[in-house]
């Protein structure tokens, strides 16, 4: 297919500030979520995961919140450190079918020191 | 990268030359995937194994075939590279533990078909 948004979308903040990370996932079906960290030149990194029965999850320094209502996805990460920089991605799940991941663009995370 | 690895990690060829990939995995776990990154596109599923000898499409399989003969090895094989097929790709294995879908992928294959 066409390759569109060549540029993926990019967040910037200041070190030690909070950074907020949003999805909007395409199936309402979707019943379970994923974040991934990757870093150039690196494979994903799971951060963290999230059931559809659940609306908050928290881990270390990151928090999942999911809005089923309005199909949204957000990651928190709080005090975000220079090793934050890398790019974001959600990926979702359809009620299993071989575990297979849907996954989003990406945002790409830049933390200035 | 949780006990995976793959081969070779860059591989320049050219168009109609066959390719094969490997992804090897010490977790013993049953579920391996392959996926290309391009830009624009993301992670986009090739194909995927639930087992030895059991394999399935993906939306992206077209050129692509894959093999697994043993749990810990699963083949990702360019029939005939074309220029279209230049991409990072990515091996991932999924533990498979009750309503958890993680993936946890290999470092990638960078490969340039000329």
């Known amino acids: 297919g066409e390759s569109v948004g060549l540029h993926l979308p990019t967040l910037s903040v200041q070190e030690g500030d909070n950074s907020i990370i949003n999805c909007a996932y395409s199936?309402?079906?979707?019943?379970?979520f994923i974040w991934y960290k990757q870093e150039s030149g690196k494979g994903p990194q799971f951060i963290i995961d999230?059931?559809?029965?659940?609306d908050k999850r928290q881990g270390q320094r990151v928090t999942v919140l999911l809005n089923k209502t309005v199909k949204h996805l957000s990651l928190q990460i709080a005090a975000t450190q220079p090793g934050d920089s890398a790019v974001y991605f959600c990926?979702?799940?359809?009620?299993?079918?071989?575990?297979?991941?849907?996954f989003g663009q990406g945002t790409e995370l830049s933390v200035k020191p | 990268d949780a006990g995976i690895t793959q081969s070779p990690r860059h591989k320049v060829t050219e168009t109609g030359t066959p390719v094969t990939l490997r992804c090897h995995q010490t977790?013993?776990?049953?579920?391996m995937y392959w996926y290309r990154q391009d830009p624009g596109h993301g992670l986009r599923l090739i194909h995927y194994?639930?087992?030895?000898?059991?394999?399935d499409k993906g939306e992206v399989s077209d050129g692509y075939s894959v093999s697994r003969s043993k749990t810990e090895d699963f083949l990702l094989t360019l029939e005939s590279a074309t220029s279209s097929q230049t991409s990072v790709y990515f091996c991932?294995?999924?533990?498979?533990?009750?309503?958890?879908?993680?993936?946890?992928f290999g470092p990638g294959t960078r490969l340039t078909v000329t």
């Open positions: 999230i059931r559809s029965n659940m």
């Open positions: 194994s639930y087992g030895v000898k059991d394999t």
């Open positions: 991932a294995i999924r533990p498979g533990l009750a309503g958890s879908y993680e993936q946890y």
């Open positions: 199936n309402s079906a979707s019943d379970y």
């Open positions: 990926a979702e799940n359809n009620n299993n079918q071989g575990g297979k991941l849907i």
């Open positions: 977790e013993n776990h049953r579920y």
